[in-house]
């Protein structure tokens, strides 16, 4: 059986490209593409979002060596989501029922709502895009759940003195991380998602925080 327009087009796209042929290659691939995109630590995205973001090597390859995009999401443990009635995610009760849910399954969150790319992550993500298509986003939901909002001016973010700053504050409050700087995965699941999003969106990722700061990369 002839392979299709599409087996032929990946391919011609991973000839000759064998970075990312091992599991090692894989992971380091994923690792990149956690580092300069925060936002999407621990997914895979799919195939159209690596084309579009200059991973399209990547994406071929797991297609191509991986076994495609929903194995390599298994292997990952991905939770699967969790069901919302239809029309529900309208009526902010609801929505408030389900949070109050999420708080009592992650107290470690002691209340507060978790961030987006936390919620998609964990399994969340229809209620994630309840509150942000139908409630204003997340900035409408911490107000009107009372709670403090944790989005800071970017102009502080762009500053990498600020940055370095709460890195260093975060090291002194976990010393379990002996003074090293944490993961992207770290940051995201120990609450500081905005920190995380700053080294990926305005220093380079933290391959290049690292050098910033003189630490050795891992």
């Known amino acids: 059986m002839e392979s299709s327009e599409f087996t032929k087009k990946v ?10 042929e091992t599991e090692e290659g894989l992971i380091e691939g994923l690792r990149l593409l956690w580092e300069k995109y925060p936002e999407k630590e621990g997914q895979v995205p799919p195939d159209n979002w690596m084309r579009k973001h ?8 797991i297609y191509k060596y991986h076994g495609g995009f929903f194995k390599v999401r298994q292997r990952l443990g991905a939770k699967p989501g969790q069901k919302y009635k239809r029309g529900k995610l309208k009526k902010w009760n609801y929505v408030l029922a389900e949070l109050k849910k999420v708080d009592k399954n992650h107290p470690e969150f002691k209340g507060e709502l978790p961030s987006v790319p936390w919620l998609r992550k964990n399994g969340y993500g229809g209620l994630a ?8 986003g997340m900035r409408e939901a911490r107000k009107k759940l009372g709670q403090k909002q944790k989005r800071v001016d970017d102009g502080y973010w762009k500053d990498i003195n600020n940055v370095v700053e709460e890195i260093v504050r975060i090291q002194g409050n976990h ?7 944490p993961s992207s995965h770290w940051l995201e699941n120990n609450g500081y998602p905005r920190i995380c999003y700053a080294i990926g969106t305005f220093h380079g990722g933290m ?12």
Request: with cysteine; glycine share 16%; aromatic share 8%.
């Open 129 to 136: 895009d309840g509150i942000l298509k139908y409630h204003g």
């Open 175 to 181: 010393p379990e991380l002996k003074g090293g700087l």
């Open 207 to 218: 391959r290049e925080f690292r050098k910033h700061i003189g630490e050795p990369q891992v």
């Open 54 to 61: 200059g991973f399209s090597n990547l994406g071929a390859c």
């Open 11 to 20: 391919e011609i796209e991973v000839e000759n490209i064998s970075e990312y």
